[in-house]
């Protein structure tokens, strides 16, 4: 059975999660297309032989000093419903094309819209579908978006979260589930194919990776600074963009690699901007986070207000925190014991289940 997943570019949990599902079905002996852009189709190329696409972007995400700003983000994206049509149709011609029983879309909106013109079965994987700041408070921009999203999801034949069910589901504050919409949606679990057992664990170095995108770097170099006064602590650092900072006796800049969690296995703690994927490989190999939040960025104060609550990291404000703070947060994190996650992990089968609902409506598919 042929199946696309329609890809979002913009940092590389889609790609990852998605590759791991398709790897999933690919072994059961369906034909696995991948369709994507930007960063999450460079990181697609470099993995074993797939068949791969590139299809248009939809979005334009853009920050400064280090952080998500929603102003830019907006300018950038001002061609959205060119870049949308475009996408739609791409993915269109590529369905007609090879003729797929299903069409899988990671947080690619031009996917959804395109299964159902082409009368597809569509799936929609998201972690968030709801936008809102610190104490619920919401600005007109994200009220507009949620009420976009909201009926566009509708169009999709079934949505799946690539998260735990309650009560341990980590992006629970960024997930809405309409009223009479409960069967619409369901909780899968996490897509992961790998064991945290089978690497050798160990509490050797701070775990550091923020994604690829180029407003970020400025972050990196506050821990650089970090780094280069506290000759105590080792910084492992992964960035894919350009410019990494130098690496030092105790700060090593990586690029890409081929296991990232090889390193996230050895760390003491890991720091991140707290996108989901990450978190969840975090809480498997039991590591305390410090989610450095991008204060316009809902999904990430979400996710760190979540981490806080079940005692398995800290969070800061990463636009105002000072060297020193930074420095006390670190230590902070280092006392934090998360609980035993990789035993809920077990218990679900986030790549079975979603698996089952993609087969089942592929198998729907009108001849």
Known sequence: MKILFVVCGEGLGHASRCLHLGRYLHKQGHDIHFASYGRSFDFLFKQEPLTLHRTRREVCLEGEMGFFSLKKTLWCSKWIVLDMVLSVLRISQLIRKHRFACVVSDTMYGGVLAARLTKTPGIFITNQNHFNGPRNATNPVWQALNFLIGRYIRLSDHVIIPDYPAPDTISEYNIVIPQGEEKRYTFTGPFYDFDPLSYIRARESIFTSFGGEAYKLPMYQKLKAIADRR??????????????????????????????????????????????????EAMLFEKPVLIIMDPNHPEQQNNAKKIVDIGAGTSVDGKHATLDELEEKIAETMTCCPLPFHITHISINGRKNAAEIILDFANRRQP
């Open 231 to 280: 000759k105590d602590l080792f910084f492992d650092v992964f960035y894919t963009g350009p410019d990494l900072p130098d690496s030092s006796d105790n700060f090593v800049s990586h690029g890409y690699v081929p296991d990232l969690l090889e390193h996230l296995a050895r760390a003491k703690i890991a720091i991140v901007h707290g996108g989901l994927t990450t978190l969840h």
